[in-house]
């Protein structure tokens, strides 16, 4: 017996399924994505700039951005989260424009196998999240004793954070969850190759230790394998907006500190709350969609 998936697709090999399909359309949409994400980061700098014009920061300081890594990084004032949140966050909308052009599927293709996005299904597993994902992430942070204090959000910059944290998390599922995975799946046919393959960019763009890397690099493969058992990105982007916006949320109050260099114990605890989220969507996508096909 094979493994399971829903609605009787494979959602990480579909990408073969449309109608038109040649194995450079899919390096068509990437360039393309990057070409438009291009052209929307130069606005998304310029609104920093304009804001940091406002708030006294120096377009220096604004575009020395991450580059630190995660130690120092701004994402609680306006500037610094239109700049370092918003950044990736506009990758979404590039990723949108280039499907408009590249026009042999449409984007929300690449969202599930009933080609479009399934809000009930999202709501449900963020839902089940909130007590599965964030919860324990907070309880840990009072346990390991990174509590500060110190306030670093203001009120603007808290909301710019926790809007545009939503859509960096969708925007980072869709790109290598949805474009990457599936075009590897459509050139190796085979699933476990294209989760893996896609979760190593995705790990290289993380600046973290190699402790953190690691654990970025599993992280995605984990969300790879939620894809794939759920039959789409919403799952995987409910977990890594609760995931994201929760360590922002804490680090913005003084809860804890937000940390370059990860520990084998922050390796270990991320993917057991990972497991744990994967098993209950993985039981939760077959009593929503009725029924289970097996491969």
Known sequence: MGMKKIEGRNFVLSGREYEGYKWFKPLLVILLTAVFFAVLLGFVVLAAILAGQ??????????????????NIDMYSPVGAI?????????????????????????????????KWRMRHFLIYFAIGLIIVALPLIIRSF???????????????????VVLGFFQCCAE????????M???????????????????????????????KISVLL???????????????????????LNNVTLYITSG??????????????????ILIQGVFIAVTAFLARKINGKTIVE
């Open 54 to 71: 406002m708030t006294g920061v120096s377009p220096a300081a604004i575009l020395s951005g991450n580059s630190g890594g995660y130690d």
């Open 219 to 241: 992280s995605g493969i984990l969300m790879g394998v939620m894809v794939y058992f759920t039959g789409g990105l919403e799952a995987s982007c409910a977990y890594h907006i």
């Open 143 to 161: 346990i390991e004793g990174e509590v500060t204090g110190q306030i670093h959000f203001t009120v603007a910059g808290f909301i710019i954070c």
């Open 182 to 212: 599936q075009t590897f799946g459509g050139w190796t046919r085979i699933t476990i190759v294209a989760i893996i393959l896609q979760a190593v960019p995705f790990a290289l763009i993380h600046p973290y230790n190699l402790t953190g």
């Open 173 to 180: 599922e869709h790109i290598f969850r949805g474009l990457l």
């Open 83 to 115: 700049m370092n949140i918003g950044s990736i966050a506009v990758s979404l909308l590039a990723f949108f424009l280039a499907t408009l052009v590249v026009r042999y599927r449409s984007f929300g293709t690449y969202q599930s196998v009933t080609g």
């Open 253 to 270: 109050f003084g809860v804890q500190t937000v940390a370059t260099n990860l520990k084998i114990t922050d390796l270990l605890t991320d």
